[in-house]
């Protein structure tokens, strides 16, 4: 099993900036795919971006041209670069990773609140 550990989240004025990062127990490097999802009270937990072990992405529409996936194998750590940061970005961002089958960890969470 491995657990992840994210990082980043905070206050910031729309428009503004946040990097997040997800620390893995273990190794990432044999972990297929990785990804970043983001939670709203009364809403289901959605994709943001997601990130293969070859470097391939896929983005949520809503995000495109303002965020950026990142994976630092050496590091075990994957990032999510947020400019531009709009309310509508506002939720609990979680990090996820593809173990394979039907198995997927989930990191604990970190808030993001964009407002003025």
């Known amino acids: 099993q491995v657990q992840l550990v994210e990082s980043g989240g905070g206050l910031v004025q729309p428009g503004g900036s946040l990097r997040l990062s997800c620390a893995s127990s273990?190794?990432?490097?044999?972990?297929?795919?990785m990804g970043w999802y983001r939670q709203t009270p009364g809403k289901q937990r959605e994709l943001v971006a997601t990130i293969t072990i070859g470097g391939t992405t896929n983005y949520a529409d809503s995000v495109k041209g303002r965020f950026t996936i990142s994976r630092a194998n050496f590091r075990n750590t994957l990032y999510l670069q947020m400019n531009s940061l709009k309310p509508e970005d506002t939720g609990v961002y979680y990090c996820?990773?593809?173990?394979?089958?039907?198995?997927?960890?989930w990191g604990q969470g970190t808030q993001v609140t964009v407002s003025s």
């Open positions: 273990r190794s990432i490097f044999s972990i297929y795919a």
């Open positions: 996820n990773a593809d173990l394979g089958g039907s198995s997927s960890a």
